[in-house]
């Protein structure tokens, strides 16, 4: 963690939208806790916060792209290869494809905020051929907020930029949860309503 975060400091812009893109992509990187350091760097005047934020969407929402790419070319197997030489456990990766089935393209939205699921949302969205437009509004929308709130988190808490981490297990993960099913619901609830609502109409 240390070499990766002296690396950043090192090669500024080019290292965190390489180390982001293979984080995102699945390698063991901690990406909220990098994405938290940046903050940290436009806290003390090293980094532009357009910028950062900029070059973080940008790394982000290559690695789940090229994800995204690769589960709809490669599908299953890839899935398979995948988890056994990056060490996922199978209960993870099982984890992750119910939480997709379940929420769907909210969980590309949700996926950045859970460790262990933002690796494998994108993969699932390209396995199932889901259309790329409704996977780019959701996944780089979602890329866009886990940005804007670690970055934050990082910049306003300054010199304790490190406890990122225990907020993030604490509150921040708990609360897209809440707000994912909520939307799930909200959404769902629409949809129904607005097909009774025509049916009545035709009736």
């Known amino acids: 963690m240390h070499a990766l975060l002296l690396t950043i400091t090192k090669y500024s812009y080019l290292g965190i939208f390489v180390a982001l893109g293979l984080g995102i992509l699945g390698l063991p990187f901690p990406d909220e806790t990098l994405i938290a350091f940046v903050g940290f760097l436009v806290y003390e005047g090293k980094l532009s ?27 299953n197997r890839l899935i398979k290869r995948y988890s056994a030489k990056l060490n996922v456990s199978p209960d993870r990766i099982q984890d992750a494809r119910k939480f997709y089935v379940r929420y769907g393209k909210f969980a590309l939205f949700a996926g950045y905020f859970i460790p262990g699921v933002r690796h494998l949302t994108a993969i699932f969205a390209g396995s199932s051929i889901m259309p790329y437009p409704v996977f780019a509004t959701f996944a780089y929308s979602g890329a866009a907020l886990w940005t804007i709130v670690f970055m934050n988190l990082g910049f306003f808490l300054g010199e304790k930029w490190h406890r990122v981490s225990a907020y993030s297990n604490r509150y921040i993960i708990p609360f897209v949860l809440v707000v994912t099913v909520f939307l799930v619901i909200a959404f769902y609830w629409k949809a129904t309503g607005g097909n009774e609502n025509e049916h009545d109409r035709q009736k």
């Open 49 to 75: 916060y357009l910028y950062a934020f900029a070059v973080c969407f940008v790394g982000s929402a290559s690695g789940v792209t090229l994800g995204y790419i690769l589960g709809r070319t490669l599908g």
